[in-house]
């Protein structure tokens, strides 16, 4: 952790933001196949995206575990672009909303704990009345390209996010849009045990 502490530090005086930006809460395990899980909680922050970027280096993760109430969308970017890079699978374990749910639809297979709420909205600014801002939104639709989902389905999640062009944002639900595109999608019991090996198994 003390490491994590000071990446955050470096990337804070590089970035020339503000010495109070603290980063996600990561911890590691390893599952029963032997693989390793990184679990990554708390709001997402403008240092984490290299922080991730670092201990995926040192660690070689195989699934993410998440949980969050959402946070910095440049971050969930680049975080997302390194699990669908690295073929990495998402678990979403709590709550998981905006940015965190960002990062969840990059994983290779997607997995969710029952009863776990996933939802997400458009890109916003940080003081805003709720409208998608137009940068966030040309990195939103550059980040669906680059997980390969379709214009298409951008459309689809305007619409869920829209309420049909009704309101200007809000939250909607990403376990049935991730149904709705057909999106590799797996619901675990809270005390189970996903296994990239185990699935891969004949």
Not at 17 to 23: D, F, H, R, Y
Not at 63 to 74: A, F, Y
Request: glycine residues 8%.
């Amino acid at each position: 952790m003390k490491e994590l502490v000071l990446l955050c530090g470096a990337a804070v005086a590089a970035a020339g933001l503000c010495p109070s930006v603290e980063a996600a809460d990561y911890s590691y395990r390893t599952n029963a196949m032997g693989e390793v899980v990184l679990t990554l909680s708390g709001p997402i922050t403008p240092v984490d995206g290299a922080i991730f970027l670092h201990e995926v280096n040192r660690r070689q993760p195989r699934i993410v575990e998440l949980e969050g109430p959402g946070g910095d969308l440049m971050s969930a970017v680049r975080i997302g672009v390194i699990i669908h890079e690295r073929d990495m699978w998402t678990h979403a374990i709590g709550a998981c909303r905006s940015a965190c749910a960002y990062i969840w639809i990059a994983g290779l297979h997607m997995l969710a704990n029952d009863g776990v709420e996933i939802s997400n909205h458009l890109p916003v600014t940080l003081v805003s009345d709720g409208r998608p801002d137009s940068r966030g939104m040309a990195l939103f639709g550059w980040y669906l390209g680059k997980l390969n989902i379709s214009v298409e389905m951008l459309d689809a999640f305007l619409e869920a996010a829209t309420a049909r062009g009704t309101i200007p944002n809000q939250y909607f639900d990403m376990l049935a849009f991730a149904d709705y595109w057909n999106a590799p999608v797996e619901m675990v019991r809270s005390d189970g045990e996903p296994s990239i090996a185990a699935a891969q198994a004949p």
